[in-house]
């Protein structure tokens, strides 16, 4: 059974920083392109950060919204399936609900919400 559940999030000072974590399982995240997406109150859900996946010749691969490049670091630990989104010099524009997404086939984690104060 395939489960993406995410940790780590709450309130925070404009400035500072947390880190995201995904749990998977029932898969591989090593064969699988992982992402970031985050949905704010009111907006659309937007993609925040891609890492890919062992195979596409790309592997490792970073990338990043405009919006957070410079500030977020998506990484993966194999050995734990665990993605990560390391978030710092945070904003209260960054305020949203964060999601895991394995893109293909599509899997979505329950949301873990971030709030930036300022």
């Known amino acids: 059974q395939v489960q993406l559940v995410e940790s780590g999030g709450g309130l925070v000072q404009a400035g500072g920083s947390l880190k995201l974590s995904c749990a998977a399982s029932g898969f591989s995240i090593r064969f699988n392109t992982m992402a970031w997406y985050r949905q704010a109150p009111g907006k659309q859900r937007e993609l925040v950060a891609t890492v890919t996946a062992y195979g596409t010749g790309t592997y490792g691969t970073s990338n990043y919204a405009d919006f957070v490049r410079g500030r977020f670091t998506i990484s993966r630990d194999n050995a734990k399936n665990t993605v990560y989104l390391q978030m710092n010099s945070l904003k209260p524009e960054d305020t949203a609900v964060y999601y895991c997404?394995?893109?293909?086939?599509?899997?979505w984690g329950q949301g873990t919400q971030v709030i930036v104060s300022s």
């Open positions: 997404n394995r893109p293909a086939p599509e899997y």
